[in-house]
């Protein structure tokens, strides 16, 4: 959320530690009088916020959580509203549920309240938050990661990189990385829901791109999106595996790959 206003609440501002990342870092209220108050966001391991303070460090807000979101004490010091939860989430205070872009969050059972979109090719839990409440995060309502390597993903023009065809072939051009790297298409192109171009890639040496199960293969008739995606994940997992990648940098990676994929599927529809 970048933004936030209403008849009873101040126009807010909000600024992350950085342009990847969803740990508030401060949020800039703007009165009736157009008068800007900046307020600084204090947070714990998992980057969601446990204070709330004003330029000269005077507490305004402050709450306790349990490890999975569920709130132990909030105490307003002034008359200030501060909904921001784990990363990504919103607090809707009239169910108490965290809204969570795709999906809505339970902090009382530490749970989603709808299935994965992804179905069973999500894992076996369709419910599931994130393995560990500490250090993961799921900001999207997604694809769970590793809150320290999910600001550690790969940029454009790098090995590993997930983006589209086109911004991952131009910054290879532009990074040198052209000659020894091709965007791997996570879905085969031939049978992609959109177009060449913005069909989502990730950054593979060309000899481990030419080990890809799609490579220069034909068409599988019959898998879905779904059923593509999962196939390709495995298969890059093997590879990358036996080329000698940081298991944590390739699930960080892959799991990017998957929220981008998802993320396409969720704006084709009607």
């Known amino acids: ?34 008068e800007q108050h900046i307020r600084y966001f204090h947070t714990d ?8 303070t004003d ?31 784990y990363q990504g989430q919103y607090l809707d205070r009239e169910t108490g549920l965290h809204y969570n872009t795709f999906r809505y969050y339970d902090p009382d059972i530490g749970r ?7 179905g069973l090719l999500g894992g076996l839990n369709l419910y599931q938050y994130a393995p560990n ?8 309502g997604l694809s769970a990661g590793c809150g320290s390597d999910s600001q550690k993903l790969a940029k454009p023009g790098q090995d590993l ?18 000659p020894t790297h091709t965007p791997h298409h996570a879905i085969q192109n031939a049978v992609s829901p959109t177009t060449h171009g913005k069909g989502i ?14 490579y220069r ?16 994940i495995r298969d890059l997992r093997k590879i990358l595996s036996n080329a000698g990648y940081n298991r944590e940098v390739i699930n960080s990676q892959l799991s990017e790959l998957i929220r981008q994929n998802k993320k396409v599927w969720k704006d084709l529809k009607p």
């Open 217 to 232: 293969k034909p068409i599988v008739p019959g898998l879905s999106n779904r059923e593509y995606l999962a196939r390709d």
């Open 133 to 140: 409440g500490l250090t993961w995060i799921d900001p999207w």
């Open 161 to 178: 990189y997930v983006g589209t065809y086109s911004k991952s072939r131009a910054a290879n051009i532009k990074s040198g990385l052209n």
């Open 1 to 34: 959320m970048i933004q936030e206003t209403g008849p009873n609440h101040p126009t807010s501002l909000y600024i992350y530690t950085d342009q990847n990342s969803y740990e508030p870092l401060a949020r800039i209220d703007t009165d009736g009088n157009y």
């Open 112 to 118: 989603f309240t709808q299935p994965d979109p992804i």
């Open 201 to 214: 890639t990730i950054n593979l040496r060309k000899n481990l791109h030419e080990l890809t199960w799609t």
């Open 45 to 52: 391991l998992n980057g969601a916020p446990e204070e709330l």
């Open 55 to 85: 330029a000269n460090g005077k507490i305004l807000w402050e709450c306790s959580f349990q490890l999975w979101g569920k709130r132990i004490h909030e105490i307003e010091h002034e008359p200030i509203e501060q909904n921001l939860r």
